[in-house]
């Protein structure tokens, strides 16, 4: 007997759910859910899904589908992919881009996120990181010591050179990122001169 799918028994909720409904507008966002899942079963890409699913619901950040040491080979991945993956996340020295692609044109092109600082948002509830579980000089002696792991966590907080980082293990590319928390603080600097920049252009009231 072949194992249940969830995706064909997802499908066929869908579809129940699809009859009940008088909403053209829903039935064909019903629908598209459809065809996705459908695309997933049909192009053998339910392994990628599951393990997309188990990447989703870790505590780690978001998924990332390549690293890049630098900008120029990232950029050469892009400008060579027969297929760019359109609004795909990458690392780029470990900071956070995403893949922007226009398919009629061929417009290829890598943006940086600030997905990574506002997952660092989630983790500061109190303002301020969580209490590190590992200190080292180096990002080898880091390494080394995640990748020694019997079971490799998906984020671990530790202190590199003194300074609070995020160790944070991408599992479907076997890649570990050290992201420093200093990076929130630059963040929230931005945040507060647009603020400030919005307050400033806004018409003063009539009296």
Known sequence: MRPKSPILEA????????QKTESAEEKELLLTAADALWFIN???QQYEFDDYRQEFR??????????????????AWLKNHPKPPYMALVLVADQYHVVM?????NF??????HSIEYHFEEMMKDGRPPPPVASFDTREQASSWFYSRPQRPSQAVIHLAGEPYLAAYHRNIDHLAFHPFSLFEKFEEWRKSL????????PEPHS
Request: hydrophobic share 25%; charged share 40%.
């Open 11 to 18: 499908m066929n909720l869908l579809g129940l759910i699809h």
């Open 42 to 44: 049909t192009t053998g």
């Open 58 to 75: 870790t505590e780690g950040p978001e998924m990332v589908i390549a690293s890049f040491a630098t900008r120029e080979e990232a950029e």
């Open 101 to 105: 692609y226009d398919r009629d044109s």
């Open 108 to 113: 290829r092109k890598l943006r940086s996120t």
């Open 195 to 202: 603020d400030e920049k919005k307050r400033s252009e806004e």
